[in-house]
């Protein structure tokens, strides 16, 4: 019987820690609930795909996408399905310098004003204001599969 806890045990472990590691390496989190998407919970978005955690999550994507945009944005971004091709502000060409880490996800801008803009923003305010649709189309392209 203590066999097969320790047997159960280790499988939960390994699990979370294969789990953990590929959401980490994907970068992928839930736009909806913001926990570790599940690669099996996807929707195609934009050209591109987005995980969510659960089900329940991707019901409630489906039904309104525009809702969780700046977040699924950033997924494709953060994924390597988008790349940056332009300023998400001025859709001018960027400055390497000019740049903002936003949840891990490295951006660049075209000049100081647009990095500064950037970095006032913290947290879902910063994630809305660099990836609403707007910013997107000017900034990202979601690259050919």
Partial sequence: MRQVFTIAALAAVVAFVGQSFAAEEGKAVCPVAGKPANPAQTVAYKGGTVSLCCGN????????PKKFAAKANMQLVA????????????????NPAQAVTVAGTEVKFCCGNCKG????AEGDAQIKLIFNDKAFEKGFKVTEK
């Fill in 79 to 94: 994924t390597g399905q988008a790349k940056q091709v332009n300023c998400p502000f001025a859709g001018k060409p960027v």
């Fill in 57 to 64: 999550c991707k019901k409630a994507f489906e039904a309104n």
């Fill in 117 to 120: 803009k950037a970095a006032k």
